[in-house]
């Protein structure tokens, strides 16, 4: 009878097909190679590193206690096995240290997230790691008590990109238990010479398409990881367009909410102490002085929030990350937003802009924009229009439960039921808050008699017999009105792509809540544009 075969763990990566030899692969420093005979297979090449022995961290608590020579010096031996199989070659890690010893941008990016998907049975999930391009570009690790299927995870496919997923393959050869993310993790019953088969077969399922696994929406949006050649390639394409004035694309954007009773305007280092309502792309390039723009300086030059006295106050950020570019490479489309790179797929990038075709242009006509931020400016609408709107922005937030705490209904509610929910022009974190708000207060009003009796209370007449407590609002009854304000030229309003993907998303759930949906541009006052520099938007 056959000696039943150990039950190993293996973490796999796969090389580029762009990286040729086996001396690209491994970092210098390392021992070996020691060349490895695989029976029937060829041979394989393990490298080694043991760092210098040394006391354990820990020690250092009882060192005043005892003599921690006692205890004795620990050395971790890492590894990294290289083989070639089929044409392709592949790393195996073995250590804490072991992926330490692979060169930067040798190995594909999300392998064995792509070998797990096409493996795993599909009510067999545990864990599921993701990113979130939502308000807060968040990873989230979600993991389950009990094997599920994907979709148990709550993840948004327009909005999430998948990471990592631990699950049980449906082939038992493939392993037992699976993780997938740039690595393959398995624990499978082997020996070295089912090594060349079974990395054959993990190929195989890399290159399988997703689509017959219902996971080609995982290959709508990726991040370019930081250490990757990629990144390089498309800041020198960024560097050209600058070079070359082609600003189509480009934008500068407030990164995040900020509070406008503290931040009055905006200076660039270098500027001059120059105080700039709000942040753009000309309005930055004025400071230069005719140098050059290049990564490092778009890293290193840092925009501030000033107060009326020039004092830096709140937050400052490089231009970098306040930077929105679109950059078309390699047949492909890729998008600088709040400091990362993200791989789009081009298919959902017209899928996208298809939808966000569909959605309304509000014909609600709004003063223009003539500074002091957003809750000047609806307190002014309300003032000098009183008998078409009430005032209901951050001032006037709803305590209410069940997970909400403060709510704001909308920043007005006109006369005509429009709830119109304003901000300034921004990138994709600060139109995510103002959707989320849209959505949240749309959802209650819809769902929730105890919410609208509260919105009720916070009217006065004729405003408040808009509201029935008791009764839904019936369909289209109310028109949720995003209006964003820019001194764009252009009479359409041009948002960052993940703001589209995400009001795409808000304007279907409004709409099942029986709400219009609509989107507006209030205009910028082109005298206080000109007096005050005042930038332009997309």
């Known amino acids: 009878m056959d000696k039943e075969k150990n039950v190993v763990h293996l973490s796999i990566y796969l090389v580029k097909e762009t990286i040729t030899r086996r001396d690209q692969i491994v970092k210098d420093g390392c021992n070996g190679p020691a060349e490895i005979a695989i029976s029937g297979s060829g041979k394989g090449y393990l ?112 909005q999430d990109m998948l990471k990592a997923i631990v699950g049980a393959p449906k082939d038992s050869r ?52 930081s250490s990757s050649a990629l990144i390089a390639a498309l800041e020198e394409r960024l560097v050209e367009k600058f070079a070359k004035k082609d600003y189509s694309n480009l934008w500068l954007a407030i990164p ?65 990350k306040c930077l929105y570019a679109e950059i078309d490479h390699d047949g492909k489309k890729f998008i600088l937003n709040d400091g990362k790179w993200f791989n789009v797929s081009m298919n959902f990038v017209e899928r996208t802009n298809a939808e966000f075709k569909k959605i309304d242009v509000s014909a609600l006509e709004l003063p223009v924009y003539a500074g002091g931020g957003e809750g000047k400016y609806n307190k002014d609408v309300c003032d000098e229009h009183p008998a078409q709107f009430a005032l209901l922005d951050d001032k006037n937030k709803i305590s209410h439960g069940g997970g909400h705490g403060q709510v704001e209904v909308c920043d007005l509610f006109s006369i005509e039921k429009q709830l ?44 408040s017999s808009l509201i029935e407590v008791e009764a839904r609002p019936k369909e289209k009854e109310y028109t949720v009105v995003f209006a964003v304000i820019s001194d764009s030229p252009e009479k359409t309003l041009h948002l960052p792509f993940f703001s589209r993907v995400n009001l795409n998303n808000t304007w279907k759930v409004l709409r099942g809540f029986g709400f219009n949906v609509q989107l507006l541009k209030i205009e910028v006052d082109p005298v206080y544009a000109k007096t005050k520099k005042c930038p332009s938007k997309p």
């Open 174 to 225: 493939l392993g037992n238990r699976m993780t997938g993310t740039d690595s393959l993790s398995v624990s499978v019953r082997m020996d070295l010479s089912d090594l060349p088969s079974l990395l054959e077969m993990y190929k195989e399922k890399y290159e399988e398409d997703l689509s017959k696994t219902d996971y080609d929406w995982v290959n709508n949006i990726s991040v370019v990881k």
């Open 47 to 158: 490298y080694w590193k043991a760092p210098h022995p040394d006391y354990p961290k820990w020690t250092s608590l009882f060192e005043d206690s005892m003599d921690i020579k006692q205890i004795g010096k620990t050395a971790g031996v890492s590894a990294a096995f290289v083989l070639k199989v089929e044409g392709r070659y592949f790393v195996l890690t073995f250590g804490q240290g072991g992926r330490f010893l692979i060169e930067d941008d040798v190995c594909e990016e999300r392998f064995g997230l792509l070998v797990a998907l096409n493996s795993v049975d599909r009510e067999s999930f545990r864990c599921v790691d993701k990113q979130s391009l939502d308000a807060i570009q968040s990873h989230t690790r979600i993991q389950s008590g009990e094997e599920t299927t994907a979709d148990q995870f709550g993840l948004d496919v327009e």
């Open 256 to 320: 995040e909410i900020i509070d406008w009773n503290l931040v009055s305007g905006f200076i660039y280092a270098g500027g001059k102490g120059v105080l700039n309502p709000d942040i753009d792309l000309q309005g930055f390039l004025s400071t230069l002085k005719g140098q050059p723009v290049s990564i490092d300086l778009l890293k290193h030059r840092h925009v501030h929030c000033a107060d009326a006295d020039h004092k830096y106050v709140f937050k400052h950020w490089p231009v970098y």
């Open 420 to 463: 119109v929910h304003v901000k300034i022009y921004g990138k994709s974190s600060v139109f995510s808050h103002l959707f989320s708000q849209g959505f949240v207060s749309g959802q209650l009003l819809q769902l929730d008699a105890e919410f609208r009796k509260k919105v009720k209370a916070k009217l006065a007449p004729p405003f």
